[in-house]
């Protein structure tokens, strides 16, 4: 069965650096997101990709985040200079329909990646 | 309270019975969506009910929505160990200018016991 797929598994970083988060949408799959979980909350939406373009973002989607598809089947997310509130577990998703249908469609998860910021 | 809120917050049953989790929310929404994750681990698409559904079963699984009361319950039936993991309602609001954005619940922790 089809699924999404996320590297790395960890990643540990130091305060103020970069990070790279990848995942691997479903392949017919027309819509992205990323989400984020920080230890014992709840799941957070970030932002929604689609048509190579961001379609809407949350508040914590601030300008030290950035999405990109650079080729047919990565999705990226770019934290550019981490703080130690970025510790989270990141979770990519993808539809294969989304908003336009009017009822939605469903979202599957990758197994996410846990990001600790020192 | 906030979009998608689940109760009970913890909810420990012996093997073999049933368990019903509640969510309700505060907007309209296209559809309600249920996961599954295990500790530390990824969210397992469990079942989607759009908003003119009143009930969807999977399996073991039962999911009823009742827009009037802006609440849904998942109902585990003939439960197992390996059904331990905590369940989460997501809710994708009918909002202007929102894009499937999924509004996740604080979820239920259920333990079933062998």
């Known amino acids: 069965e089809p699924e999404v797929t996320q590297t790395p598994s960890h990643q540990v970083t130091q305060m103020g650096q970069e990070v790279i988060l990848r995942c691997v949408p479903i392949s017919n799959h027309l819509y992205f997101y990323w989400y984020r979980q920080i230890l014992g909350q709840k799941v957070e939406f970030l932002v929604s990709f689609y048509n190579n373009e961001i379609s809407e973002k949350s508040e914590i989607f601030d300008d030290q985040f950035s999405v990109e598809r650079p080729d047919g089947s990565n999705f990226t997310l770019k934290i550019r200079s981490t703080k130690l509130e970025d510790s989270a577990m990141y979770f990519c998703?993808?539809?294969?329909?989304?908003?336009?249908?009017?009822?939605?469609?469903?979202?599957?998860f990758g197994p996410g990646t846990r990001l600790t910021v020192l | 309270s906030q979009q998608g809120e689940e109760d009970p917050q913890a909810l420990s049953i012996q093997e073999g019975e049933n368990a019903t989790m509640n969510c309700s929310y505060k907007t309209s929404i296209n559809n309600l969506q249920w996961y599954r994750q295990n500790s530390g681990r990824g969210l397992v698409h469990l079942i989607l009910i759009r908003s003119n559904e009143r009930e969807k079963h999977s399996g073991r699984l039962r999911v009823t929505l009742d827009t009037s009361k802006k609440s849904s319950s998942l109902l585990i039936t003939a439960s197992r160990a390996a059904d331990t993991a905590s369940y989460f309602c997501?809710?994708?609001?009918?909002?202007?200018?929102?894009?499937?954005?999924?509004?996740f619940g604080q979820g239920t922790t259920l333990q079933v016991k062998p």
């Open positions: 998703a993808s539809s294969e329909r989304g908003w336009e249908t009017g009822s939605g469609n469903e979202q599957f």
């Open positions: 997501a809710t994708d609001a009918r909002l202007s200018g929102n894009t499937g954005k999924l509004i």
